[in-house]
């Protein structure tokens, strides 16, 4: 049984489908504009974490994550750089693509984008200022958050509670300063005709249409980082409840986010770190694992600190496997597709814990004890010792880490036999020659 956090009601609920057996995952995708940071990183593994997790489970999943290529940040590239938006997206689609393979991430089903729905976002706004529930001023489109009585259900704020212009734009046409545009009357950069003049929608609009285009009214699971909460999210929610009386989703779910040395990530204190320049130093492997070391809910810190910690709970995980592998292989042994079912079914049971993997972590190293005790018997069953090895595999690949299996040739075997005859014999000099060649190999 999978139990998840839910914002919406702010407690881990157990997951039950609106289909059985199958489960829509949407999650907030980037705003095209920019290069994708180590904080567009964590959403990107944390879900992709889940998605498996479903798998593993037994469940399918359609997973979709759009990309946001009208913006005003986008236009405002595209015009210094003298080039169109659409050329600007690209650039920044494919490098976001790019981020995605090299952590190894599924990539999501279906990958819709604001300038392939646009017929449908304006029918959408349309439909909504028929209701009543938006207005139109002088070529702009507001949505009116007074005619939602649910507005406030996904952040838990009060209108009355909040101050004007907090990550608010407030202007004088507002029936209320948190009323929020749907469509913006533009004659700058790329527009589109509307029944109210040419212009682009709104933000908070773009995502429900491409839910509805691409899901329907109602999905089991919508994702993204805590900063969309509000009022990304909750506006969301608003214009779903007004056109289909749900909230678009039965889960609302959102990670936390990331520090740079246990300082907010931000341009202003020139800290960012780039996804691809962290993922070229660390490795795939080497970043999932830190990412998924701290639960999903809570503060992830980058430092040099928390980098060597999980180095070393990485190697210590990985190296046993190796060695594993190794030894099977020079004794022509296999260790076969078996696994240790307990540890296995321990583990996804942290997982299912609303993705504990703290908890899930503790049941890796417990299992690596194992295989370590097994790898150190005098004569080792290899198929005992395969059990414990295929079991970290299974737990590692939910976490999307994956090792491969060394090719030892006939060379290594050679070095190998050189190595221990010198050991037979005293020559220390000569089995630390061996020793390091193989080393050199990343055979010990």
């Known amino acids: 049984m999978i139990r998840l956090y839910n914002s919406k009601t702010l407690q881990v609920e157990e997951f039950k489908p609106i289909k059985e057996g199958h489960v829509d995952m949407y999650v907030c995708g980037p705003t095209v504009y920019n290069y994708a940071h180590i904080g567009n990183a964590r959403p990107m593994i944390v879900f992709d974490v889940l998605k498996r997790l479903f798998e593993a489970e037994g469940y399918t999943v359609k997973y979709v994550s759009n990309f946001t290529d009208v913006d005003d940040k986008i236009i405002k590239k595209a015009a210094e750089e003298n080039t169109t ?41 349309d439909e909504l200022v028929k209701k009543g529930n938006a207005y139109e001023v002088d070529g702009d489109v507001y949505f009116s958050v007074d005619s939602v009585p649910s507005y406030g259900e996904i952040s838990h ?17 507002k029936k209320n300063p ?15 005709d509307s029944p109210w003049g040419p212009g682009r929608p709104g933000w908070h609009t773009e995502c429900v249409v491409m839910i509805n285009d691409n899901m329907g009214p109602l999905i089991d699971i919508h994702g993204g980082g805590m900063d969309l909460k509000f009022p990304h ?15 678009l989703a039965n889960f609302w779910m959102h990670n936390a986010m990331v520090n740079i040395d246990g ?35 809570k503060e ?21 496997m190796r ?22 079914r321990a583990f996804l049971d942290a997982m299912d814990d609303d993705m504990n993997t703290p908890n899930a972590y503790a049941v890796i190293f417990e299992t690596v004890k194992k295989l370590n005790q097994s790898l150190r018997q005098r004569e080792i069953d290899f ?61 010990l």
């Open 300 to 320: 992830l810190n980058f430092s040099e600190e928390t980098i060597e910690t999980a180095r070393k709970e990485l190697d210590k995980v990985i190296k046993p």
């Open 233 to 247: 999210h909750e506006n969301e929610a608003a214009q779903q409840e007004a056109m289909n009386g749900n909230s």
């Open 178 to 192: 948190y009323d929020f545009a749907l469509w913006k009357k533009t004659d700058m950069g790329i527009k589109w």
């Open 157 to 173: 704020q009060k209108l009355e509670h909040l101050e004007a212009g907090a990550r608010i734009e407030t202007n004088d046409q």
């Open 323 to 344: 060695q594993a592998d190794i030894k099977a292989a020079l004794a022509n042994a296999d260790m076969g597709s078996a696994y240790d079912e307990a540890a296995y």
């Open 85 to 125: 938006e659409a050329v600007i997206a690209e650039r920044y689609i494919e490098a976001y693509q790019e981020v995605r393979a090299m952590l190894n991430t599924q990539l999501p089903d279906i990958t819709p984008r604001v300038t392939e729905t646009m017929d449908q976002i304006i029918a959408f706004v």
């Open 383 to 443: 198929a005992a010792t395969g059990l414990y090895r295929n079991a970290v595999e299974k737990m590692l690949a939910i976490l999307g880490i994956v090792v491969e299996k060394p090719v030892i040739t006939d060379e290594d075997r050679a070095m190998f036999d050189k190595w221990n005859a010198a050991k037979a014999e005293k020559n220390f000099a000569e089995a630390d020659i061996w020793r390091g060649k193989l080393a050199e190999k990343g055979l």
């Open 263 to 297: 300082e907010k990530m931000s341009k202003s204190l020139g800290n960012t770190m780039w996804a691809k320049d962290v993922v070229l130093r660390l490795g795939t492997n080497l970043t999932r694992w830190l990412v998924s070391s701290v639960h999903y809910r």
